[in-house]
């Protein structure tokens, strides 16, 4: 977490409410080494070209945004895997603006109180910016990989992530919505180690 900034107070649920600027803006900064030439390129998500993951990170930006505010409507309402993204044209102006904005949006306290809803689902505040703080770093992981670029998080947000992420005996497939975590060392970076709960190989490379 940057030394200048100051999270959203409290906690709940076993979430803290993190500041979501750093992840925010290491995903803006990514966007630099993102030339059109790679725009078709693989990724890690099986379903997507970095150009629709970068469609998918406008979307859940805005969708995010809108949930910490509670301003839910369309936007808050759409399951992100109904259909595949489409990257409009004016995406490098509008992505930065919407990263800005959701890490803005989550450090008022007053996002991570009562209810809310992201990708149609109704879930409690502190639910959601964990799950908004948990699709900047692994998407944030995917965009780096799949770009050639480097890519770090710091340990409190992975271990947030890792605990959104950790397999429950009454859920062990987590609603469907991760694939199935990928065995690791034990002794993996604790990044490696998030991706691989998130059911990606952290050894990804756009060739293999």
Do not use: N
């Not at 991760?178 to 709960?197: E, K, Q, S, T």
């Amino acid at each position: 977490m940057d030394t200048h900034e100051t999270p959203a107070s409290g906690s709940a649920a076993g979430f803290p409410a993190l500041d979501l600027g750093p992840a925010a803006r290491r995903v803006a900064k990514l966007l630099d080494g993102v030339d059109d030439a790679r725009l078709d390129a693989p990724t890690p998500c099986p379903d997507y070209a970095v150009r629709e993951l970068l469609g998918h990170l406008l979307m859940l930006t805005a969708a995010f945004r809108d949930a910490a505010r509670k301003d839910l409507g369309p936007g808050t309402a759409t399951d992100p895997g109904a259909v595949l993204p489409i990257l409009d044209e004016g995406w490098r102006a509008a992505l930065p603006l919407r990263l800005a904005e959701v890490a803005a949006a989550w450090r008022s306290p007053g996002a991570w109180a009562g209810m809310t809803r992201a990708g149609g689902v109704e879930l409690p505040g502190e639910a959601a910016g964990a799950v908004a703080l948990d699709e900047l770093v692994v998407h944030g992981w995917d965009l780096a990989r799949s770009t050639g670029q480097p890519y770090e998080a710091g340990e409190a947000e992975l271990l947030a992530c890792a605990a959104l992420l950790a397999p429950d005996e009454e859920d062990p497939d987590r609603g469907g919505i991760f694939g199935p975590p990928v065995p690791v060392p034990d002794d993996a970076p604790l990044l490696d180690r998030v991706i691989a709960l998130s059911g990606r190989r952290p050894d990804w490379l756009p060739g293999g």
